[in-house]
């Protein structure tokens, strides 16, 4: 019995995908080879992602998206499953199709810090109390206000 499984989108048979998938030449199979040691195997499962990560490998490492679908296909072997058809090409298509943002400034985190004398004023007359009064009412004396035997031994004892 023949396998007639019609493939997604209109694409055609499985047969017919085959026959769409890159020949098998001495040339074409080294520069799949070749392209192949950037893209990670693929994995038992999750094949669909690996597709789409396998094409960003290929893509930061340049190469084209011919060569990226050779070596895609290089790794069918290794596969859980055989790719469906136009699988591997149109994650490629995706891929290669995307216009990457790259440059991105990241914000600094730090605030800038400006002193603004008048502003700085304007607060200072706005507060609604003194603060030298928290300072006469502190029941505990400032380091600097205690003699050097007091200091030592505030922190030894």
């Not at 074409?28 to 396998?54: D, F, R, T, V």
């Not at 891929?95 to 008048?118: C, D, H, L, M, Q």
């Not at 029941?139 to 030592?152: A, F, I, N």
Request: glycine content about 6%.
């Amino acid at each position: 019995m023949k396998n007639e499984k019609p493939a997604p989108s209109g694409a055609g048979t499985f047969e017919e995908s085959i026959d769409r998938r890159p020949e098998k030449s001495a040339e074409k199979e080294a520069a799949a080879q070749a392209g192949k040691k950037y893209i990670s195997p693929p994995p038992l499962h999750g094949i669909h992602q690996w597709m789409m990560k396998a094409a960003w490998q290929a893509r930061r490492a340049k190469l084209s998206a011919e060569e990226t679908v050779e070596a895609m296909y290089a790794h069918e072997e290794g596969a859980r499953r055989r790719f469906e058809p136009v699988e591997v090409e149109s994650a490629v298509e995706k891929v290669f199709n995307t216009e990457v943002v790259s440059g991105r400034k990241k914000k600094s985190r730090a605030p800038e810090v400006i002193y603004n004398p008048e502003k700085a004023e304007a607060v200072a007359k706005a507060w609604p109390f003194d603060l030298d009064h928290f300072k006469v009412g502190s029941v505990e004396p400032e380091p600097w206000e205690l003699e050097p035997s007091e200091l030592l031994g505030g922190l030894f004892c």
